[in-house]
């Protein structure tokens, strides 16, 4: 018999019947013998529509009354899912983050979990009751509502799971797994059967949207074997793990990431001085902007051109800065490009194999699309192109890495 963490999103839940159908799905698990948690979104749109609400009141609308409105969310579908699996003979109970007591610091609208008290749920499970709680909410030390940023639901499935020890927390969405890139993009994209905790968190963290990024931080450093599957349709879904051992058969890379997210930005002829970089990007940190990546070069004037890149909806207060620092240390111009997109390749293969980084370059090369920076780490290769070739760069590259599902018979 397993411990089971289901969590099920915002548009598995997203009607009256889906969330039947949900129950449906939780009941066959359970009498198989299994023992489930469930962790639910609240139906889709609603998170969205609730802070529009707010919005009406109020521009910023304050943090901590935010919380209270939006994780009501959530606890409307713990409720009904209760009700949909007492109705079919299922016992089950509901509870709210605070009433599990999920306890989190007090940073509203973006909450931390410190810890879990997992004596109710426990408690319950023994009693042979399902448990459904509701995903991105807790409560702080002060018993003040909180959540856990956009997504949240998945942090919280993830944190379960790890506090209850369970054997698996299976993630339940629109799509059958994850892919070796976006199928709306690449029709060729492939589902993976399995994929690392560190392929993930990079995945996830240059654009590709299937798991909130802290749930696989969590999931990583807890060992908490992760499963993403479709909510109703059949299938193995793809396994994210920490082994690479048998990673040995797998392609290189596993996939393709991109975002068309980020701005670039650039001051030439900087005077090439010990602390330029700090001048330069000190005043952008001080202004709480995050800069993505960073290219620097000198010329032979000794002045040096620096670029680097923020989330685009940075980009103007970061060019008024920068223009600011032109001008305060001398150099020629400060200037900007919305226009850009990043483009990365993802495998943990990279560690072992040489030349990985130049077959994209290649790739990329054969299609003449030019390449305004690069970045690497051990498992990724980043570039930034224009964005208007990107849809050609994520398919050339896909083509590339042999990445690329076989054609079906027929085809
Ligand atoms: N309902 C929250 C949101 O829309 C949390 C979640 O769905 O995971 O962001
Ligand atoms: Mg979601």
Redesign the pocket.
Same mark, same amino acid.
């Given at each position: 018999m397993a411990l089971i963490v289901q969590k099920f #999103?915002?548009t598995s839940v997203g009607t009256v019947e889906r969330i039947e159908q949900v129950a449906e799905k939780v009941k066959k698990f359970r009498e198989a013998g299994d023992d489930i948690v469930v962790v639910v979104?609240?139906m889709s749109g609603?998170?969205?529509r609730l802070i529009g609400l707010a919005k009406q009141i109020m521009d910023q609308p304050i943090p901590r009354e935010l919380d209270v409105m939006?994780s009501t969310?959530?606890q409307v579908t713990i409720a009904l899912l209760s009700m949909a699996l007492i109705k079919r003979g299922v016992p089950a109970v509901s509870y709210t983050g605070n009433q599990v007591r999920i306890l989190t610091d007090s940073s509203h609208t973006k909450a931390r979990i410190l810890s879990i008290d997992d004596a109710n749920i426990r408690a319950d499970l023994k009693a042979g009751r399902v448990v459904v709680v509701a #995903?991105?909410q807790g409560v702080d030390e002060h018993g003040n509502i909180t959540?856990l940023?956009?997504?949240?639901?998945?942090t919280t499935g993830v944190a379960l799971a790890a506090a209850l020890k369970a054997d698996e927390c299976q993630i339940y969405t629109d799509v059958d797994g994850v892919y070796t890139t976006d199928p709306r993009v690449v029709p060729q994209a492939q589902r993976l059967d399995k994929i690392t905790f560190e392929e993930m968190l990079e995945m996830a963290s240059l654009g590709s949207k299937v798991l909130?990024i802290r749930s696989v931080e969590f999931a990583g450093k807890y060992n908490v074997p992760l499963r993403v599957l479709h909510s109703f349709q059949e299938g193995p879904g793809t396994l994210i793990t920490l082994d690479e051992e048998e990673s040995m058969e797998q392609p290189i890379i596993s996939g393709i990431a991109f975002n068309r997210d980020e701005a670039k930005l650039t001051i030439r002829g900087v005077p090439d001085t010990p602390g330029v970089a700090f001048k330069i990007l000190g005043p952008i940190s001080a202004a709480n902007i995050e800069v993505d990546m960073i290219v620097q070069n000198v010329a032979h004037d000794n002045t040096t051109d620096f670029t680097f890149t923020v989330h685009r909806n940075d980009y103007q207060a970061a060019l008024e800065i920068l223009k600011q620092t032109a001008t305060s240390i001398g150099a020629r111009e400060a200037t900007g490009d919305t226009n850009i997109a990043k483009v990365s390749i993802v495998g943990v293969g990279m560690r072992s194999h040489a030349g990985v980084a130049s077959r994209m370059f290649e790739a990329l090369a054969k299609e003449t699309i030019n390449i305004q920076m690069i970045s690497t780490s051990e498992i990724k290769v980043s570039v930034v192109i224009e964005e208007k070739y990107l849809e050609l760069a994520v398919r050339a590259l896909h083509t590339a890495f042999e990445l690329d599902a076989p054609a079906r018979q027929g085809e």
């Open positions: #999103g915002g979104s609240a609603e998170t969205n939006v969310g959530e #995903g991105f959540t940023g956009r997504g949240g639901s998945d909130q």
